[in-house]
């Protein structure tokens, strides 16, 4: 199972959310990057907040590239083709989409079919309202992850679960949802995110067929003045 490393960048400052609110500074970007590649991470996931990708960013997101050996997907302002292509070619192995899916489906396609299942990520945010959880876009519930169907055609290489109320919370994953997930029986890899505290949640997210995890809270446990909680969890 892989256990992945989050980072978001909004402004070219790196940070970390309690429930995507309230925000806790880390600084550099490329330092944060540089500094977690040094633990057992098997993929640093680089989230550009600033939600749009150009020509003159690419130079930035390139030094961003550069600043960790390990594998790196890329999430933000996707929205063609071309800029998928160019984020591939300054050293990304793989992009997350997560609004172009809902705002252009034939643009989602293209670059599936270009890149490749492996080269994709879709992303889904998730929120619990009155029992039931929900897909939301631009803040709105637009679908019950219950009635959410992927035809084959529009499977990406995975899955990204994103659980918007556990973000930053350490509780532990939400194990309802995950018994939901897997009863779906979803035709690509799952990657959950949210209140994966330590290696016994791990465990639990192998029980129910997930393949990865991606962890964004890692960052605020170094900050509070414990590495123990990466060190020991994360590194057998």
Known sequence: MRINCGVYIEDKVSFTTYKFDKKLYLGCPMNSIYHFDQFEYDEILIVNNSRFVDSFEMIYLKSLSESSWKPKCYAGGIKLLSQAKSIIEIGFERISIRDLFFENRIEYSNILKFLGRQGVTLCLDIKKE??????????????????????????????????????????????????????????????YCGGVRDLNDIDTLKRFGVNATTIFTASSTILNGSQKLINNSFSR
């Open 130 to 191: 009155d029992n039931n959880y929900f897909i939301q876009y631009l803040g709105r519930s637009v679908i019950s992850l219950e009635k959410f169907d992927l035809e084959d055609e529009l499977l990406p290489g995975e899955l990204l679960i994103n659980n918007i109320d556990l973000n930053g919370t350490l509780m532990g994953p939400d194990l309802e949802l995950l018994d939901l997930i897997k009863k779906k029986k979803i035709k690509t890899n799952i990657n």
